[in-house]
């Protein structure tokens, strides 16, 4: 199995711009989590999908960020209007069923840097 | 803020001496798991722990758990440099119930992590 994918690995770009993150969970797994990890804060979760639908999308800072699961196999975090303070690495991970929090895998991570 | 609480936030021993990484949390929880994270990696599942028990081994890791102090360990036995890395603990607990057939979603909450470094 692959793992899971995401893209692109390392992003910059300048403040204001929009910025897409994407990733491909590992086939079979119907739970889909998107995480910021900075030096400040530690790993926190964004979001997180069951069956392609939302279910906790309090860890969303704000209005400029949000994220779709279009189908099984793929998941796009979005950032728009961009800010420097957004620089982090932002991982997704997947994981299978839907009750009790079972291991998650994780992806390479995107490092993104806003200018 | 995080659930789960590293201590110590950064560990550095001799290849072949033990390191032991602990880790406190505020609620109750469903299970316990550990991660590890090399430098510029994703990370990697190392042993997760249900509420139930108390003790579990992989390997040259061992976990312990004490629900009553809200606490839980992770031993790694015989270091070696490969072992250099930052470990995470990471709570889970079940955070919301929807729909009629009851179904519960849950959540893992990662700790800020500990530092370990294994000098060969």
């Known amino acids: 199995d692959a793992g899971v994918i995401q893209s692109p690995r390392h992003e910059v770009t300048e403040m204001g711009q929009e910025v897409t993150l994407r990733c491909k969970p590992i086939s079979g797994h119907n739970s889909l989590f998107w995480y910021r990890q900075t030096m400040m804060r530690g790993l926190e979760l964004l979001i997180y999908f069951n069956n392609n639908v939302p279910i906790d999308d309090s860890g969303m800072p704000e209005d400029r960020f949000s994220a779709k699961m279009p189908n099984a196999s793929f998941s796009t975090l979005k950032i728009q209007p961009s800010e420097p303070r957004d620089s982090a690495v932002y991982f997704c991970a997947s994981s299978a069923g839907q009750s009790l929090p079972k291991t998650q895998y994780f992806g390479p991570g995107t490092r993104l840097l806003v200018l | 803020s995080q659930q789960g609480e590293e201590d110590p936030q950064a560990l550095s021993i001799q290849e072949g001496e033990n390191a032991t990484m602990n880790c406190s949390y505020k609620?109750?929880?469903?299970?316990l798991q550990w991660y590890r994270q090399n430098s510029g990696r994703g990370l990697v599942h190392l042993i997760l722990?249900?509420?139930?028990?108390r003790e579990k081994h992989s390997g040259r890791l061992r976990v312990t758990l004490d629900t009553s102090k809200k606490s839980s360990s992770l031993l790694i036995t015989a270091s070696r440099a490969a072992d250099t890395a930052s470990y995470f603990c990471?709570?889970?607990?079940?955070?919301?119930?929807?729909?009629?057939?009851?179904?519960?979603?849950?959540?893992?909450?990662f700790g800020q992590g500990t530092i370990l470094t294994v000098h060969p």
């Open positions: 609620t109750s929880i469903n299970n």
């Open positions: 990471a709570t889970a607990r079940t955070t919301q119930t929807l729909n009629a057939g009851g179904t519960s979603y849950g959540k893992l909450t």
């Open positions: 722990i249900r509420s139930n028990e």
